[in-house]
């Protein structure tokens, strides 16, 4: 029986075949869910400006730390764990007397992510690793605080992206999930069934910005209304851009501008959605709200945003915690990343960096 097991173990898995040259789906994307095999390719992605499936490129890297000064030595605290990108220069910067510790509510990402970095040398004595929704950064505090600095980075990690089964992409066929732990939780399908057209019009308006929220809005209502429930992230693209086309046709515009605005009109309805599912907005106001009380004095805190909501809740919360006495000192203007890492890496384009010291 051991023979058997060990021939079993030994037998060579074939990759999956694709048509064409190239493939084309996460699943056939072999080289890109293995890059330590294949780093040549890794970076020939990177160098045409496009993240390679299955990976997170950190964003502002240089930035965060010079508004962190992390010293050897000190205590910290990443709030967002994901791939380990960030979480890799703050412990390098730290050196080997430093200590760190890193959150995840995403228990998939996070086992993946910890796997990975006890093997590259980082044990307990260096990176505490904790499933925990940086709501509860007290709890984290508690254990192994006060920190000397917090890192926020709240973009969705790219792996969660570019992975269909999560649902976070309207590019790619999927259940239409959003979770960002899937442990738990109403999915973004379930949560379509209970909105009426006021409410979702205004989750769509609040979350994102969506200047067609009323019409998107009024289709998805009548869908589910007659049956039609949206199961998957494909349902749902197509339903957005049938209520946008459908805007956009009477102002006369031509079919090339009226599918460009519903491709920003798909994206920003399912981040609209994904705020909803994780209570993304309540869980950041938890999270500024416990933060001064996390640091020691003279602690320094930086958070990363990707979109207006969330960067007016961190400016607002950050200029009430300073009226309070309970900063010392924010940041007046964002910090963006540099012109030449948005060309290498799009998905920077859109971040915001924001900073207090205790």
């Not at 095999?37 to 730390?65: C, D, F, N, R, W």
């Not at 992390?70 to 960030?86: N, R, V």
């Not at 938890?286 to 933060?291: A, E, I, N, R, V």
Request: net charge negative; glycine share 8%.
């Amino acid at each position: 029986m051991e023979q058997e097991d060990k021939m079993k173990e030994g037998v060579h898995k074939r990759r999956p075949h694709y048509s064409g040259n190239h493939p084309k789906t996460y699943a056939e994307k072999y080289k890109e869910q293995n890059p330590e095999k294949y780093p040549e390719t890794i970076q020939k992605v990177i160098a045409k400006g496009s993240t390679p499936a299955g990976m997170h490129l950190p964003i502002a890297v240089q930035e965060i730390l010079q508004v962190l000064q992390i010293q050897p030595g000190e205590s910290g605290l990443d709030c967002t764990l994901g791939y380990g990108g960030h979480t890799r220069k703050l412990l390098a910067a730290l050196g080997e007397s430093g200590h760190l510790t890193a959150l995840d509510v995403d228990s998939e990402n996070l086992a993946r992510t910890e796997r990975m970095l006890r093997e590259e040398g980082y044990g307990e004595d260096r990176l505490a690793i904790l499933h925990l929704n940086f709501r509860n950064v007290d709890q984290a505090a508690a254990q192994y605080g006060p920190f000397d600095f917090v890192l926020a980075d709240l973009g969705v990690s790219s792996m969660q992206i570019d992975e269909p089964e999560r649902g976070f992409s309207w590019k790619h066929e999927g259940p239409l999930d959003l979770r960002l732990d899937p442990a738990g939780g109403e999915t973004a399908a379930e949560r379509l069934r209970e909105f009426d057209r006021e409410e979702l019009e205004g989750l769509l308006r609040e979350n994102s910005d969506e200047p067609y929220a009323a019409e998107i809005a009024a289709l998805l209502i009548r869908k589910e209304r007659h049956g039609e429930h949206i199961e998957t992230t494909t349902q749902l693209a197509a339903a957005v851009e049938e209520a946008v086309t459908a805007a956009l046709q009477r102002q006369g515009l031509k079919k090339e501008e009226i599918q460009e605005i519903a491709k920003k009109s798909c994206a920003r309805t399912f981040q609209a959605l994904r705020i909803d599912v994780n209570q993304e907005y309540e869980s950041l106001g938890l999270l500024l709200d416990k933060l001064p009380d996390a640091l020691r004095e003279g602690g320094r805190v930086a958070i990363l945003t990707f979109h207006s909501g969330e960067d007016r809740l961190v400016k607002k919360q950050f200029r009430e915690a300073l009226r309070e006495g309970r900063y010392s000192q924010i940041a007046e203007d964002v910090i963006r990343p540099s012109k030449e890492e948005c060309q290498r890496n799009p998905r920077a384009r859109s971040a915001k960096l924001r900073w207090a010291i205790r």
